[in-house]
């Protein structure tokens, strides 16, 4: 999921319903790749041009949308700063992907908040490699190694094979949260919304679990 700005209102929301749930569910986050802008030059674009561009969107538009995704984002502990450019994400989605297989525990997670503070909230170029760097070190991950992974390419082929299984599945925006690799929550949701589709969700499973246990009585 990135980089929409809802998916960090996403993500954070998900975290907090989690928190909330405790120890009534075991949850652990994976990230997958997904760009939406994924022919962004590396330099990036003004974002209010971007939008208007592709959403028809006029510049009045465009900033009162920022206004209400930073109320949103403050009311799950996400802060927005004053976001001008749309930069291109790639190279952040094989650092991703680079966190997930060799990291520790909680890995990618941690440089995926990162990398959303980074990008959102201190309008910072995620083109960049330095940039990218510092959100690895933020994340208490290794630079050096996170350096070699940029340098070398690595990962950049597993990134294009799962944003290719996700689109033919059919996810076309993010965040897109798929639990227990079968039930879908689209959007920026509150932690409310998060919450009550665990549970739901939970209490499916618990069913269909019983249901398999349960003898056949329909054959005499």
């Known amino acids: 999921m990135w980089p929409c700005p809802w998916c960090a209102v996403g993500i954070s929301s998900l975290q907090r ?9 075991s949850a652990e986050i994976v990230l997958h790749p997904f760009e939406l802008n994924p022919h962004m030059p590396p330099e990036g674009e003004p974002i209010v041009e971007h939008i208007g561009r592709k959403y028809g969107r006029t ?17 799950v502990g996400f802060t927005f700063g004053a976001r001008t450019h749309i930069y291109n994400t790639f190279d952040a989605h094989r650092l991703l992907q680079w966190a997930r297989e060799e990291g520790p ?11 959303l503070r980074t990008y959102f909230g201190d309008n910072r170029d995620t083109s960049n490699h330095d940039v990218l ?32 299984h996700y689109q033919r599945m059919g996810i076309q925006s993010v965040p897109s949260i798929i639990f227990n690799d079968r039930y879908l929550v689209t959007g920026g949701q509150p932690p409310e919304a998060f919450e009550q589709a665990i549970r739901e969700i939970v209490a499916q499973s618990a069913q269909s679990a019983q249901s398999a246990q349960s003898p056949d009585r329909s054959a005499t």
Do not use: F, H, P, T
């Open 17 to 25: 319903a989690l928190e909330r749930l405790g120890d009534e569910v």
């Open 59 to 75: 510049e009045a538009q465009v900033l009162e949308s920022q206004a209400m995704i930073r109320e949103r984002g403050a009311g």
């Open 105 to 115: 525990a909680g890995a990618q997670l941690a440089l995926k908040m990162a990398l």
């Open 133 to 164: 760097l510092d959100a690895v070190e933020a994340a208490g991950l290794d630079r050096a190694q996170a350096r070699a992974v940029l340098d070398s390419g690595a990962y950049a082929e597993d990134v294009r094979e799962e944003e290719s």
